[in-house]
């Protein structure tokens, strides 16, 4: 699998990965329309019917999203949308420990190990840090 794994989800790992985003989101609030223009933009990638967002599933627990999480066979690919929630998660350099703490619980639940999902945050927060600090070469010295 390459790290372009958007190309070849099938229909089910699609809703799950639009699912899962929408839960980092915080599907159980009212999405910005920042955050719909994000999932739109997600979905318009993997090549999902922005028509069928509203049929997703709102879920709002972590054992709602690790199960279905398990109804991707490939171990790579549940890493996949684990790294991605991770991701989206600290964007907003907002993360709570409620929010790491569910991811997780919902990594771990799925079978991915707890290492692994501490390399997913380094690596998320490394590329927090990179935006910040090309921010800040462009802005000082004005």
């Known amino acids: 699998m390459s790290s372009t794994f958007k190309e070849n989800l099938d229909s089910e790992a699609k809703a799950v990965y639009l699912e899962v985003l929408m839960y980092v989101l915080g599907a159980d609030t009212r999405l910005t329309p920042e955050q719909t223009r994000y999932l739109e933009k997600q979905a318009l990638e993997i090549s999902f019917p922005a028509a069928e967002l509203k049929t997703l599933k709102k879920l709002k627990k972590p054992e709602s999203v690790s199960n279905e999480l398990l109804k991707i066979a490939d171990i790579r690919l549940r890493r996949y949308f684990i790294r991605e929630m991770v991701m989206l998660s600290i964007s907003d350099h907002e993360l709570t420990d409620e929010e790491m703490c ?3 619980k919902i990594g771990c639940a799925v079978g991915v190990k707890e290492d692994k ?3 997913f945050f ?3 927060a490394q590329g927090v840090e990179w ?3 090309g921010v800040r070469m462009v802005e ?3």
Do not use: S, V
């Open 122 to 124: 380094l690596w998320a």
């Open 131 to 133: 935006q910040i600090e």
């Open 102 to 104: 569910n991811i997780y």
């Open 117 to 119: 999902i501490n390399d």
């Open 140 to 142: 000082d010295d004005l």
